[in-house]
């Protein structure tokens, strides 16, 4: 089996943050994957990789328009770019939190269907659950809480990558 690899697109320091994608390196080198970190402001040739996946990325919100740019410059590489451009561009506008309904109807049809997401949600004061934010950009994924986490999405990514390569 040939060797892929995927860029996990990382902040320049992570800090104090808390993160567990480390949990998946093996789970994805299980699936013939090499797993990397890679800064998403370092500037690296996209082509190099046959994937590049938005992990931890938790500075963009301070420089919108840059991180744009280089998601782009990633899609238009040979990199298969996931979860898929568009859904980014979707979730990066937060307008969709202005009313619940609508969230429900357009998460629904959101075509292609993300590879990973996390949704936060709170209790109404009826009880319901409402949701505060659908994160497809760069969640945290909480590996480190069951231990099928990690070899779960590593199948999950590894068949969307199948799926979106033509493969």
Known sequence: ?????????????????????????EPMAALGWNAVTVPWRSEPA???????YICTPWDYPK?????????EDIDGSDAVLLNDLSIVRWNLDKSYLQDIAIARRVFAHIDPLPVYGRGDWVRGPDGRFLLMELELIEPSLYLRTDPGAAARFARAFDERFEELAGK
């Open 1 to 25: 089996m040939e060797e892929k690899r995927v860029a996990y697109l990382v902040m320049d320091d992570m800090g104090d943050y808390t993160t567990d994608f480390h949990l998946s390196f």
């Open 46 to 52: 996209w082509n190099a990789f046959d994937a590049v």
């Open 63 to 71: 420089h919108p328009a840059e991180f744009t740019r280089v998601l």
